[in-house]
């Protein structure tokens, strides 16, 4: 069984005089809309009226999936640990957002199907080569799903340890939007049909043999355990349709609230972990900061399930952290609005009565 976690929900003592701040400030009340919103969040989980995420931290994991077999992507499975180079030399679209805006970008490897070489930049955290083909057997052993959640756990320590407040995640991994909509159908109980997409590509034929993929896999789970989806505990969910790199981005996610450190959350499939990770623990939502909706058909449904409120809708399906990175800056800007704008009362002027 993976590391039990306690995640109390920030103090409301501090509500009051954030919202006092924020109103007060010269400006019409709401007028800075979601800003608005980000700050009183990031407030009520720092406890303090002036919030700061000037130290963030980009943290992909990486890892591959057995099911890619059953040809449900476009791309061969070889491009996992290309893109995982990639990001280490720094052509990856968040390794160049990440150096635009001065954040430092970590890579850990939880399951790529490949021997990586050592680099500054990444992270060996490698729980195995791959998942198994969970259309025809169990994702991963009991060990592995508590390996695969402890990585992000200590990912989650390493960088807070390191003064870091504020965590962004993305991931790669060939095939995981299809591990990522397995998994949102098996937790809320959606059809296959809703919540499987085009991913990188895929074409109505493409997405109609994902959809069954992912049907057969979920009935092949149900018999092996003896039980329907909507009755398999978190454990049971991970062990039969888990992602390693999706577990780990929900145990570094369940840290970082138990640490009470907000994240970003980024596309569809970190929603997803998120979605797995509030199955562990519900109070880790109140430490989730919602990037961006993305293109994946699902992620809307997913973020309205969530009841989510995401800072951007760019028409982005890239993953890998590219939609919360570049959802950094206007959260920067939430903390900066409430630290430095002039209140109605030290600028002289006049409120509204």
């Not at 306690?6 to 809309?33: F, N, R, V």
């Not at 963030?56 to 890619?68: C, I, L, N, R």
């Not at 049971?236 to 790199?245: D, I, P, R, S």
């Amino acid at each position: 069984m993976f590391k039990q976690f306690t995640i109390q929900a920030p103090l409301p003592a501090i509500e009051a005089e954030l919202q006092q701040k924020i109103d007060g400030k010269t400006k019409p009340l709401g007028a800075l809309g979601e800003l608005e919103n980000i700050a009183f969040q990031l407030g009520r989980i720092q406890q303090t009226s002036t919030p700061n995420v000037s130290n963030a931290k980009m943290v992909v994991f990486a890892a591959d999936h057995g099911v890619v077999a059953q040809g449900i992507s476009l791309f061969p499975q070889e491009v996992t640990p290309q893109m995982v180079m990639n990001f280490l030399m720094g052509g990856a679209a968040v390794s160049v957002f990440c150096e635009q805006h001065h954040v430092p970008l970590r890579v850990v490897d939880v399951g790529v199907n490949a021997a990586l070489d050592e680099h500054p930049l990444l992270g060996n955290r490698k729980v195995a080569f791959a998942s198994k083909d969970f259309s025809q057997e169990a994702a991963m052993s009991a060990e592995q799903v508590a390996q695969s959640i402890q990585a992000g756990v200590d990912e989650a320590d390493f960088a807070i340890d390191d003064g870091v407040n504020l965590l962004m995640f993305g991931e790669m991994g060939i095939g995981n939007t299809c591990v990522s909509s397995c998994m949102m159908t098996a937790l809320i109980g959606v059809s296959a049909t809703d919540s499987a997409g085009r991913g990188t590509g895929l074409d109505s034929a493409g997405v109609s043999h994902k959809v069954q993929i992912i049907e057969q896999s979920l009935r092949r789970a149900e018999h092996a355990t003896g039980q329907v989806m909507s009755e398999w505990s978190a454990q049971t969910l991970a062990e039969q349709v888990g992602g390693f790199e999706i577990l780990a981005m929900a145990g570094a996610m369940l840290q970082s609230a138990q640490r009470q450190t907000a994240f970003v959350v980024d596309g569809f499939i970190c929603s997803v972990a998120l979605l797995f990770a509030q199955k562990v623990v519900p109070n880790v939502r109140e430490y989730a900061i919602f990037a961006h909706q993305s293109n994946e058909k699902a992620h809307k449904m997913l973020l309205s399930h969530l009841s989510a409120e995401p800072i951007l809708s760019l028409d982005l399906r890239l993953g890998e952290g590219s939609g919360a990175i570049l959802a950094y800056p206007l959260i920067k800007s939430a903390c900066v609005f409430l630290k430095n704008m002039a209140s109605f009362e030290s600028a002289g002027v006049s409120d509204s009565k």
